[in-house]
């Protein structure tokens, strides 16, 4: 098993914690510090020091097509930002909520008879 959850009973290894960067060296049996949603993993050092290069290798593979993607989503928006802002001149129907007319209609005069 090499995914163990914080307050369990673990066996003796080297267990890392990914998200603080903290690791913990048990030596016969014990628990794992923190609650039920802390996640260790059960690795080596040498282990760790090989994923080490892979990992980047593997970031520095798929930062071509990160980049690519970020570039699709901002054309994308702008594209539908210029669509929406033509045609939102022909829906709107002209209701103001920022003005207020507080003084009323002026009244006409009554006709004298």
Do not use: C
């Amino acid at each position: 098993m090499l995914k163990y959850n914080g307050g369990h009973k673990a066996g003796k290894g080297t267990y890392w914690n990914f998200n603080t960067g903290e690791r913990i060296e048990i030596t016969n049996e014990g628990v794992l510090s923190g609650d039920a949603k802390t996640v260790y993993y059960r690795l080596p050092a040498v282990g760790i020091l090989v994923l080490g290069p892979i990992l980047g290798l593997l970031y520095a593979a798929f930062l071509p097509f990160i980049g690519i993607a970020m570039l699709t989503k901002l054309v994308a928006q702008k594209v539908a930002g210029g669509a929406l802002s033509s045609v939102t001149p022909s829906v709107s129907f002209g209701w103001r909520p920022s003005e207020a007319y507080l003084a009323g209609k002026k009244k006409g005069r009554k006709p004298s008879n």
